[in-house]
């Protein structure tokens, strides 16, 4: 099966303290044929990916969330969707690749591949339990809060937003809080007013298992407005489980460090580009076989037109 | 007990003296929640008298609300030309407007045991199923896959091809009608597999319910759907 469709390499690396790790959009693939392959190199069989416990005990978000809530919700659905998942990947070409490989490669520009609902869903809810707390709610301070403040006016308009978002998401889905530090990829472009306002707070939603690493934003915060979440303690009533989720669950120093990381990963990125657009005026080869250390890709050599 | 679907139809002039009909204006019919034709407790245990109750006093009537309000919105934005406002209106109406139509389907899919729900099906829809799916269990099975793989919220139906004379099973994702997967799709049976249809009950285990549902399901009014498109 593999991503035959999907010509991008991923870049990636290791965020320490959170064991994050997002794929970076590299330079475009100069060679057509090229795929996602298997390093030959890496013959060892990663370890499953595993249910992580949230970081507080099942009952410590009562009576905001139940316990019940959270034995189910994570206890069972998060289970089913790691479960699932490994069964999916097992001897497959997604094998070894991290959670965000999976969820870009599957994603396949929305013409989802069968692996992606577990993949998205298991990640997604592992950062929804991170994006909690007890005694959460509150307000952010310090950088986070002056973005917030510059990019939707005021933090009770930035509330009102994002719970308009989760509030209408219809069906199953996500609300979430992101950074968005992207262009378009377009190979000449260059961007003529470069300025710290090309890096922005956004509130987008999502259905079903979409987060917005597909679109390469960094997620800061989400909440889950599928049904299982709030249906044992809210029942219908979606509005007050996304109120008390704002003024008692949220945990704006999880925000606050992913925030952090997402400024740092938007520098690295732009000094990365800086580094191409010069060595490719200076006429110099492009430098993807120094990133070969970084780089993993998927086995298809069956698939090879060229070889006809 | 009768059903009673009950419709008020109001006129709405254009702040004009509005005991006069002006030749302009039309009248916009808004809807408002049929009653159950059993009590909520009645289809227990297939389905709780808990989740009867929230699912068509809640979720049913808030469907209804937004349906006639995004209505009313769409009347005026068409009498004044507004464009922009009827095109941003349509997802609303689609959403709560199939919410609408959909659960109206459902509780005549729905019917106590004693009233004859869980009876199999007979006649030419009978034969109907078991020609083009096998058998009945085979049927069931079929659409207990597809409801139990539906990722998120939506629904599974039965439903016949008026074109064709053809049975299909079909999904539709949220609250989107069956005639979305095609022109010609008459509903015969719908099952909804939102969360909120038995979470209460059965938590996540989709399959259990879409196993205990089959004891509740009205095949009378299926086949007489069927025979009306089919006859």
């Known amino acids: 099966m593999a991503a035959t469709t999907s010509m991008v390499t991923s870049l990636t690396f290791t965020i320490p303290s959170l064991g994050l790790r997002l794929p970076t959009r590299s330079y475009p693939c100069l060679k057509p044929q090229r795929r996602f392959v298997r390093k030959a190199a890496s013959n060892v069989i990663t370890a499953t990916y595993e249910l992580k416990a949230p970081p507080y005990p099942l009952n410590a978000l009562e009576p905001h969330m139940s316990r019940e809530t959270l034995e189910y919700h994570w206890g069972k659905h998060h289970r089913t969707y790691v479960e699932n998942l490994n069964k999916q990947v097992v001897g497959t070409d997604l094998e070894g690749l991290s959670l965000e490989d999976i969820i870009i490669v599957t994603y396949n520009k929305g013409d989802i591949l069968p692996a992606f609902n577990n993949a998205a869903q298991a990640w997604n809810h592992d950062f929804f339990w991170e994006s909690m707390k007890p005694g959460g709610g509150g307000k952010p301070s310090g950088d986070l809060l002056d973005l917030i403040e510059r990019d939707f006016g005021s933090f009770e308009r930035f509330i009102e937003e994002f719970k308009a978002a989760a509030a209408t998401q219809f069906g199953s889905g996500w609300a979430w809080l992101a950074y968005k530090a992207n262009r378009l990829d377009v190979e000449n472009a260059v961007n003529p007013w470069p300025s710290e306002k090309d890096k922005e707070l956004v509130i987008v939603k999502s259905p079903n298992a979409v987060n917005p690493l597909v679109w390469d934003y960094f997620p800061l915060l989400t909440i889950d407005v599928w049904e299982h979440a709030y249906y044992l303690d809210f029942q219908n009533r979606r509005p007050d489980y996304i109120s008390v989720f704002m003024e008692k669950l949220v945990s704006w120093e999880t925000v606050n460090t992913r925030l952090e990381k997402a400024k740092a990963r938007a520098a690295e990125r732009e000094m990365e580009e800086e580094r191409r657009r010069k060595e490719e005026e200076e006429g110099k080869p492009t430098n993807e076989e120094e990133d070969d250390d970084l780089e993993m890709y998927v086995d298809n050599d069956n698939d090879d037109s060229e070889a006809e | ?231």
Not at chain 2, 21 to 41: A, E, I, N, V
Not at chain 2, 47 to 65: A, D, F, N, P, V
Not at chain 2, 141 to 159: C, D, Y
Not at chain 2, 216 to 221: A, D, E, L, S
């Open chain 2, 1 to 231: 007990m009768a059903l009673r679907s009950s419709v008020t139809r109001r006129t709405l002039t254009l702040g004009l003296n509005s005991t006069r009909l002006l030749p302009l204006s039309r009248s916009l019919q808004t809807f408002s929640l049929p009653d159950l034709p059993y009590d909520y407790g009645a289809l227990e245990p297939a389905i709780s008298g808990e989740i009867m109750q929230l699912h068509h006093q809640k979720h049913h009537r808030t469907y209804i609300t937004n349906y006639n309000k995004a209505l009313e919105q769409l009347h005026e934005a068409i009498q004044k030309g507004d464009s922009s406002t009827v095109v941003k209106l349509q997802s609303a109406i689609k959403f709560n407007g199939g919410g609408h139509v959909n659960h109206s389907i459902f509780w005549k899919n729905l019917a106590p045991i004693r009233e004859g729900g869980g009876e199999p099906p007979k006649a030419s829809l009978g034969w109907a199923i078991d020609t083009h799916f096998g058998s009945l269990e085979s049927l069931i099975q079929k659409m207990n896959t597809e409801g139990a793989a539906l990722q998120g919220s939506g629904w599974v139906w039965l439903g016949v091809n008026k074109e064709l004379k053809k049975l299909v099973i079909e999904t539709t994702p949220n609250q989107d009608p069956l005639v979305t997967k095609g022109p010609h799709l008459v509903p015969l049976l719908g099952i909804d597999v939102w969360e909120h249809a038995y979470y209460l009950q059965y938590k996540n285990v989709r399959p259990d319910y879409l196993k205990n549902i089959w004891k509740v399901i009205n095949w009378k009014y299926a086949s007489e759907v069927y025979e009306k498109e089919c006859a």
